[in-house]
């Protein structure tokens, strides 16, 4: 029987109308040697039904519906029940790449020694589908590397892990409302092996009720001082003080979090179809940035 080279882990609750159309692209294309694993939070809106009905079908390979204590909890029983070699979390409302996710994956079989494999990404809100940006961690992974920091951020959303190595980067803090900003500080702090694919293999899409617009300034505060004394992280101007670099990035995030909760309140998802289009769009044009130039990896 051969061997799972691919989990693809899924944690959602109440996302119906994203999760839809994520799982119905990943199913359109998925692999022998690939897996789906679907943590489910009890959602109430028919997540929990057709989700269950995929796995019945047998179209989705592991699957489970409970309650979750919260973000981080549910991530981490999908990181726990993958049996694939190499793991790629796909967040439900975002936009992913599979042909870029699969280079990396080929990449790190071919490289055993490799832990955790980033890339370059897309963004854009909901409101503004038009509107593309690109971003990435380029220039701090290159620090990083040269030793000139310690640890650096960056989003889970491009993150390709060796389930074998969590035995030793661990699984997401379940006390941190940021965990992919915790996880990012920690693994680059423990001197994983971080390897860097210059592509685009995710658009990470702000969205209504994402799990960062319930975060408060106060928690944020009190988290970012913790991973910024615990990890040695001083941001990413280094030609300012420490603690002005602290301020300057809370006040960033303050400002984010302030919009994304005044969007969530006031902005309702689009109907099915209208989303349907505006998701296909975010595919074509991730599709267009992965095949306008030539990529590599630096490891």
């Known amino acids: 029987m051969k061997k799972t080279s691919l ?9 119906l109308p994203f999760l839809k159309i994520t799982l119905e692209k990943i199913l359109a294309e998925i692999q022998a040697d690939e897996e789906i694993v679907v943590v489910d939070g009890d959602s109430t809106d028919g ?4 989700l269950q009905q ?10 489970i519906s409970e309650p979750d204590h919260n973000q981080a909890h549910g991530w981490n029983k ?11 979390k796909l967040i439900d409302d975002d936009v992913h ?3 870029s996710i699969r280079k990396c994956r080929d990449f790190m079989l071919a490289n ?4 955790v494999c980033i890339s370059n990404h897309l963004q854009s809100h909901l409101t503004q589908p038009g509107q593309i940006s690109i971003t990435g961690r380029l220039p701090n992974y290159h ?7 310690r640890s650096f951020t960056f989003s889970d959303v491009t993150l390709l892990l060796r389930k074998a190595s969590v035995s030793y980067l661990g699984l997401y803090d379940t006390q941190f409302k940021m965990m992919d900003w915790e996880y990012a500080l920690r693994i680059s702090y423990l001197k994983a092996n971080i390897a860097y694919y210059t592509g685009y293999n995710s658009l990470s899409v702000s969205t209504p009720g994402n799990i960062t617009s319930g975060a408060s300034a106060e928690l944020l505060k009190y988290e970012g001082s913790i991973g910024m004394v615990k990890y040695d992280y001083a941001g990413d101007q280094a030609d300012i003080s420490r603690f002005s ?3 300057v990035w809370l006040g960033k995030t303050w400002d984010r979090i302030k919009i994304k909760q005044t969007q969530a309140q006031t902005i309702n998802i689009p109907e099915e179809a209208k989303l349907q289009k505006i998701y296909a769009a975010y595919y074509q044009t991730l599709d267009e940035y992965n095949r306008s130039g030539s990529f590599h990896f630096i490891k």
């Open 7 to 15: 989990s693809y882990i899924i944690a959602t609750r109440n996302r």
């Open 47 to 50: 997540s929990k039904e057709y």
């Open 54 to 63: 995929l796995y019945l079908e047998q179209k989705i390979h592991q699957y």
């Open 78 to 88: 999908g990181m726990l029940m993958a049996k694939g070699i190499i793991i790629k």
């Open 97 to 99: 790449h599979i042909d």
């Open 112 to 115: 055993p020694q490799i832990d």
């Open 143 to 149: 620090d990083w590397r040269a030793g000139k920091v």
């Open 245 to 247: 670099r602290l301020k």
